[in-house]
Structure formats: structure tokens, C-alpha cells
């Protein structure tokens, strides 16, 4: 079960195809739009009714935009949640009703955890990022910012606290549903204390060191490809010149994407580089010889034909391009885009992260020009790659799922 945007979503394709080939009947519990990113994996879908990109392109959606970063931002998103999860909840409770184990990202944690209990069901949370609190850095929602050990571990709860007054509206009346007494501390503090499975892998964000025991950093889900084979027009197009640079937003969403689109080609250009701009969310386009625009291609099949990947560091297309081992570019935009962003850099994958607030033609250029033209950038990101590449993020997942007595 998971909810947000296409990065939300697709590593828990990977995920259920790794169960279901160890034997195990799977199905993806999210938003409609994304159904087709199972097709011919062998995971069943059961359908969210909220369509993501329309509440991003809505007024309200669009509102975000002007409400900064850190923890303004993240109350406007907590608000705007919140009119979300009650029409979720139907579905949720429906297809748990015909399952024996829910896996819960940590979008819809906190309501998974009382279906579960209304039901009876053993689960597992898997989010994708570190949602428990640290001392070694501060919560990745506000970003990149360090508060210190001790402001780190409190900014963390905090978080988790303004992630529980999402569902906080909800919950009653699940519970009521279900037939559960009204929720207690104690049922809160023994959901928190449950073992959990990150998927993300331990070479770009190790295990921190004061987490408790049960917290376990299990390496990346792959999504599942459904396409190996790049349409021949991009084929043609790579094969007709250099490695080009891939400039893609995934599914943010921009105020003005036309102005956005001509400093990246500007900048692209300044740099010499050949362009693949992915449109998606934002809109990104650009025309030319030395360009190409693209929509929807697998980044497995893409990016290790690229020279660099600039992105806006989301955590699949963060996973995505260590996984090719070529150098980004990253461009956060908000949440924990800064975080892994930062991981990029601090690795030296990355020459600087450029928020996107200060990219320009020229932010842009120079930070291409070092990481296309200092070589260190990118044999640290092939080494890294590699190493990546031999984990197995589903091994663990599909332990503890045996574990459960779910076979």
C-alpha cells in the first residue's frame, strides 16, 4: 500500500515482482494513474481514487509553490493531505479485507497500522527514505539543514508528529469501523517500536548508528520494467553523437515551464552537451538538433547511455542513476529531494547540488562543465554503481514477509 507521486510507487513494483516470483500473490494498492506500471509483472492492482498529479495541478497544488521549503512547506502539504486520506480510505480497508500481510510505505502508515489492527493482519512498514528519528542528520522532509545531534533527533519526532496529524482526522472513524477502541499511546508507542525495512541501499545512506534494533536498511527496489528496448527514435538519436545529458523533473511540478526549459537548453548548449529532456510533470520541452524530448522511458534502460543525469534528486531517480554509475546534477525542489541530493555530493557523485530556485543558464553550465570534464566524478560513480548493482533489496524484504507465515 503507498500513495504520492510516480517515485512513491514504482520501486513497490519491483518489490511485489520479487515476492511473486518467490511465490508469494501480491498486489499494488495506489493511485489509478499507476496502474500500468504493473502490466506483465504478475502483481495485482487495487485501485486509490485520489490522482496525484491532478491535486499537484489543482489551485491548491499549484499554492505549494510559493510556501518555501522546510517546515512552512511541509505544513501545507500535511493540510492538504489531510482532505486527501479520508477518500482513500475505502479502498484501503477493501483490499486489505482479502489479504493476509499489508506492506505499508510511509505515506500511509499510520492508517495501514490501524487497518491492520482492525483486521488482525500482521504488516511490515518499507518506506523508502529514513523516517526515524537521529541524531546524524535531521529529518530528510525539511531537507538537508544539520540541527546538531540533539536538534536532529527532535526535529525527527516532530516530523513523525506532523505525519500523524495527517491521518489524525481519519483514524476515528476507522477505528469505529473496525470495531477498535479509541487509540491509546501505548497502541501509537508499540506501532512505532515494530520492525522496518527501508529500501534504500547502506552504501548511500549507512544504517545510523543510535537507531534501535529492528530498523533495517535493506538495499534499493528496482522498479519493473516493462520495456527494455529504447524507442528507436531516442536510439537514433544516441546513436548519433556523444553520450548526451538527461534533464528530467520526474513528477514535480514547475510555476513556468517554458522559462525553466530554455535555461536548460541554454545551459546545455553553453556546455556543449547534447540534451534528452524528459517532459514529464513539469512540462519540459526543447527542439533543436542537439535535443530531444521524451516522456515516460525506463531510467535502467536510459540513463547508462548518458553523460550525466541532472534530476531533482527524488529517491527512485536518485537510486536510478547510482544504479547506471554516472554523475548528477541534482536539483532538489522540496522535501526530501535536498536529502538525497546532498548524499549525491557528499559521495562525490555530484559536483553541487542547484536547487532549482537558482538554476540558471549559467548555474547550470558550470555544473556540468565539472562534471563531465573532471574524470574523478565519474569513476567514483562507476565504483559505486557497481556495488549497488550487487545488492538484493528484495532478499531481506522476502524473509521477513516468510517470517510472518505469510507462504
Known sequence: MTAGSRGDVAPY??????????????????????????????????????????????????????????VGKLVRVVA???????????????????SDV??????????????????????????????????????????????????????????????????????????????????????????????????????????????????????????????????????????????PVYVGLG????????RLSGAIVRALRRAGLRGVIQRGWAGLGAVGDDMLSVDEVPHSALFPRMAVVVHHAGAGTTAAGLRAGVPAVPVPIQFDEGFWAARLVALGVAPRALPLRRLTADTLAAALLRATRDPAFGRRAARLGARIRDEDGVAPVLAAVNGLGAV
Open 80 to 98: 492538504m493531505a489531510r482532505t486527501l486520506v479520508g477518500r482513500m480510505t475505502d479502498d484501503l480497508v477493501a483490499a486489505a479485507r482479502s
Open 102 to 243: 499489508l506492506l505499508l510505505s510511509g505515506s500511509v502508515g499510520p492508517l495501514g497500522h490501524t487497518i491492520a489492527e482492525g483486521l488482525s493482519l500482521p504488516y511490515l512498514d518499507v518506506p523508502l527514505q529514513p523516517l526515524a528519528p537521529t541524531r546524524e542528520f535531521g529529518p530528510p522532509m525539511l531537507g538537508v539543514r544539520s540541527l546538531g545531534a540533539v536538534g536532529n533527533r527532535i526535529a525527527g519526532h516532530g516530523v513523525g508528529l506532523a505525519v500523524e496529524q495527517v491521518f489524525a482526522g481519519a483514524l476515528p472513524a476507522v477505528r469505529e469501523r473496525l470495531g477498535l477502541p479509541r487509540a491509546s499511546a501505548a497502541v501509537a508507542r508499540r506501532a512505532r517500536e515494530r520492525p522496518v525495512l527501508h529500501g534504500f541501499s547502506p552504501l548511500v545512506v549507512p544504517r545510523p548508528r543510535d537507531w534501535r534494533p529492528g530498523l533495517t536498511v535493506t538495499g534499493y527496489w528496482w522498479p519493473y520494467d516493462t520495456v527494455s528496448q529504447l524507442p528507436p527514435l531516442l536510439r537514433d538519436f544516441l546513436d548519433a553523437g556523444p553520450p
Open 251 to 258: 513528477s514535480a511540478t514547475v510555476p513556468d515551464p517554458e
Open 13 to 70: 513494483t519491483g518489490l511485489g515482482h520479487g515476492l511473486s516470483r518467490a511465490g508469494h500473490e501480491v498486489t499494488l494498492v495506489t493511485h489509478a494513474r499507476f496502474e500500468p506500471l504493473v502490466a506483465g509483472s504478475k502483481v495485482h492492482f487495487h485501485a486509490l481514487p485520489v490522482d496525484p498529479r491532478a491535486e499537484l495541478e489543482s489551485s491548491r497544488g499549484r499554492g505549494l509553490h510559493r510556501s518555501g521549503t522546510g
